[in-house]
């Protein structure tokens, strides 16, 4: 991944826990952008079509990130470069116990 895509995918994660925060004041909201910023390493699995299986260190971030902050995240608004459907799947691709995200209307 280039040093330029990185950038981007950070600032549209940025500007996606603006939107969140601001909308519903889920108690992710303090923490948003540090939670937008440790899935990172997750890109590469949640990228749409790819059959790249979580790192270690994305599972790690999940694990540490929790099922509320996942599914404020799932549920918030499009994430380019982001399939909501891969990315709901990887607690259970990292085995992180989570109860599965109820999907918004």
């Known amino acids: ?3 330029l895509s990185t950038l981007a995918f950070v600032i549209v994660f940025m500007a996606a826990g603006v939107l969140v925060q601001e909308s519903n004041g889920h108690p992710c909201g ?11 390493p997750c890109r ?20 540490t990130l ?7 995240l799932v549920n ?12 709901m799947q990887l607690p259970d691709k990292c085995t992180a116990n989570f109860e599965p995200c109820e999907i918004a209307k």
Do not use: E, Y
């Open 44 to 63: 590469a699995a949640v990228a749409p079509f790819s059959p790249i299986p979580p790192s270690d260190a994305c599972c790690a971030a999940i694990r």
């Open 76 to 87: 918030g608004p499009p994430i380019t470069g982001v399939d909501r459907n891969m990315a």
């Open 66 to 72: 929790g099922q509320p902050c996942l599914c404020v």
């Open 30 to 40: 303090s923490t948003f952008f540090s939670a937008l910023v440790q899935l990172i």
């Open 1 to 3: 991944m280039t040093k």
